[in-house]
């Protein structure tokens, strides 16, 4: 018999992340790999899974990392909070490759004890901070980095829907992009197992070619650690 197919865990909310699944679902399959939903409703924290794969979505509850709750954070999901971080920390144990992506970046900078800006806006920004699903915004890549490896250029153009970011980086990991006011936009493990999280949302963006690099940079760590 073959090995059998990989499974990616993909994370998201009971209502309203069901975009995020489809594309993300599309851009794996398209590399041949299976691909799980989970929200708080429907988990389950013993399936055999190969990777995982934590989305974007509404704002993490400032209590899951001790913050006060900003006038701007209209809606929390505790009940997902607490889900992908069972996750995050079932994949450190068992050193499978993870990826995040918007808010799952910010999840993977907690999980590892860094730390978040509640509100972009509040920053000195020298330059305008729009929300934009079209690849508008400019992201420095830094070299010597995962991600350089992958996309294999300095600047990307992506697309920007989040009013978070990281501030603090968490233990073991480094960043790996960030924008013309400097806001973080991705971050790393820099060694061993894969563990990489984008700001901008790629699964939106599979017309453009750095967006399934991405992707295929994410499969080729199953393949390779699964």
Known sequence: ?????????????????????YMSQ???????????????????????????????GIDIDPATYGGERHPTIK???PKRDAMELTLLERAHKEKLPVFGICR???MINLFHGGTLHPHIEELPLQYPHPRTPLP???????????????????QLKVNALHHQAVDRIGEG????????????QAIEQPSGRFV????????????TWHS??????????LQREG
């Open 26 to 56: 599309f851009l794996l399959k398209l590399h041949g790999v299976n691909a799980h939903f989970f929200h708080p409703q429907s988990w389950d924290p013993k399936i055999e899974m190969d990777g995982l794969l934590v989305t974007g």
């Open 1 to 21: 018999m073959g090995r059998k197919k990989l499974l990616v865990v993909v994370t998201g909310s009971t209502y309203g992340s069901r975009m995020a699944w």
């Open 104 to 106: 799952g970046m910010q």
């Open 173 to 184: 990991l480094q960043f790996a992009a960030h924008d013309k006011n400097g806001i973080v």
């Open 136 to 154: 508008l915004r400019d992201v420095m890549i830094h070299q010597h980095t995962r991600l350089y490896q992958i996309v294999g250029t300095s």
């Open 75 to 77: 809606r929390s999901d």
């Open 196 to 207: 990489l999280g984008l700001q901008w949302h790629p699964e939106f963006m599979p017309y």
């Open 212 to 221: 399934r690099k991405i992707f295929k940079a994410f499969v080729s760590a």
